[in-house]
């Protein structure tokens, strides 16, 4: 009878195992790829109403949208973060050595266009990269932000592949280029 008790507490430990392990790996899979990130899998969702579009530094507007086809990076940055300045010249370094391969966009966090020209001006504007204007801080409550900066990832199929909240560093900024190459 003890025996019997054994084995059976031996399977349901395996099985309790197995169904932790698959729950892990399926939340770590499906949220990667943005299907419980709010993003879904299409750009179109970071993109804002008609009401408060995204512009460039000089005013024109851009729909992130148009960026699908393309390996895709998106940080947002404020002249308030100290992190921002090296995160956007490290960007500027990955956009020099990958050319055409890759569209990076630094999205600004609720700044006037002229509070934006002056920090770009003052750290010396990061050559290659997309700035982008969000006065109305769209696209960090679409990506659920709380760790400034944040750096979103996309192949070109425009599927979410990595988020970094905080930090990022150039060794983990090089490993998510080349997860998005592919």
Same mark, same amino acid.
């Given at each position: 009878?003890?025996?019997?008790?054994?084995?059976?507490?031996?399977?349901?430990?395996?099985?309790?195992?197995?169904?932790?392990?698959? =729950?892990?790996?399926?939340?770590?899979?499906? $949220?990667?790829? =943005?299907?419980?990130?709010?993003?879904? /899998?299409?750009?179109?969702?970071?993109?804002?109403?008609?009401?408060?579009?995204?512009?460039?530094?000089?005013?024109?507007?851009?729909?992130?949208?148009?960026?699908?086809?393309?390996?895709?990076?998106?940080?947002?940055?404020?002249?308030?973060?100290?992190?921002?300045?090296?995160?956007?010249?490290?960007?500027?370094?990955?956009?020099?050595?990958?050319?055409?391969?890759?569209?990076?966009?630094?999205?600004?966090?609720?700044?006037?266009?002229?509070?934006?020209?002056?920090?770009?001006?003052?750290?010396?504007?990061?050559?290659?990269?997309?700035?982008?204007?969000?006065?109305? /801080?769209?696209?960090?409550?679409?990506?659920?932000?709380?760790?400034?900066?944040? $750096?979103?990832?996309?192949?070109? /199929?425009?599927?979410?592949?990595?988020?970094?909240? =905080?930090?990022?560093?150039?060794?983990?900024?090089?490993?998510?280029?080349?997860?998005?190459?592919?």
């Amino acid at each position: 009878m003890q025996e019997k008790l054994k084995d059976n507490w031996k399977t349901l430990s395996l099985l309790v195992g197995i169904l932790i392990i698959t =729950g892990y790996l399926t939340y770590s899979y499906t $949220t990667s790829r =943005g299907i419980f990130s709010g993003l879904s /899998d299409d750009l179109k969702m970071i993109d804002p109403d008609v009401a408060s579009p995204y512009t460039d530094i000089n005013g024109e507007i851009i729909e992130l949208v148009s960026f699908k086809g393309k390996p895709l990076i998106i940080n947002s940055w404020a002249s308030w973060i100290p992190f921002s300045q090296s995160e956007l010249l490290l960007l500027s370094e990955v956009k020099k050595k990958k050319g055409e391969s890759v569209e990076i966009l630094a999205i600004n966090r609720m700044e006037s266009l002229s509070t934006m020209k002056a920090y770009l001006a003052f750290i010396g504007t990061p050559e290659g990269l997309v700035v982008i204007a969000d006065q109305s /801080d769209h696209f960090y409550k679409a990506v659920e932000g709380y760790a400034m900066p944040e $750096t979103l990832f996309y192949n070109r /199929d425009g599927i979410l592949v990595g988020h970094k909240r =905080g930090v990022l560093s150039n060794d983990e900024l090089q490993e998510y280029v080349e997860l998005i190459l592919r």
